[in-house]
């Protein structure tokens, strides 16, 4: 990592890593929901990419608002998620499970974002960053919304058919 | 990963993914507790190595209850967490703004930690396991317990000092 000795180093240091981390699931996501069987899920999948995209903008902004280069560093926890949600994708036959497996991959994804998101509005709210917070927060929201979703669909569907 | 053919198989599969976090984490903590400045965060990862290591025997009492040795398979998501929670230990100088960064870390794994916990109440449930879901319950609410005192701590103490 690039030296970190401010709280403002930090803060640009996370949202490289964040930055890294929605662009991976950005470009996983088309197979993710091309290997879904579920309608529903293939459909969570499919949104979640689009509400991705808004979500790199969003960071891009507050590049912009710390004006520096939106580049990422790589964030190997989301390498790990994303490694582990393409083993079930191609290991995994049954398509019932393969939709578990992956559900559970997209909802720890999510949780690795909110984590990240709330603290990232944290510092910038001490850095007095009140633009670049409100912006987190909006996406943020996104991501608590969307595990919601696959909360309900874990729970109500994909688990039903694959027990 | 093994042949996953069934929702047991992928149980299995995340117990042991989890186990081999559980473990992870628990080495971790020690040196995040004596690298921390903050009382109060060092006392919270104490508490947290404590709580991890009945967590642990909670794993393994699921193990034996699934007739399957316990064994941990590696969880490429909690090392990409670990590495980054020792980059931040080992390369930021000052005190407040490491602890800063190791408070978010360990926020990052109580998330992996709530979204596996949940995901395998789910599927424990589903699969019948109802004593498996009650000792993943027990767990669940501990990990909530410390992402809520972590962030706590976080927008009361840590940052406001580092700002």
Known sequence: MAAV???NDLFVHTLK???YAEKLIYR???KMAKQAASPELKQAFEKHREETEGQIGRLEQIFELCEVAARGVRCEAMDG???E???IMEEVEDAEVRDAGMLAAAQTVEHYEIS???TMIAWATQLGMTDAAKLLQQ???EEKKTDKLLSELAVKRVNQTAA
């Open 17 to 19: 890593d964040i930055y």
């Open 85 to 87: 949600a393409k083993d």
């Open 139 to 141: 996406t943020l929201d």
């Open 116 to 118: 990240r998101y709330g």
């Open 28 to 30: 996983s996501l088309p």
């Open 5 to 7: 000795k401010s709280m």
């Open 81 to 83: 998620i994303i490694a």
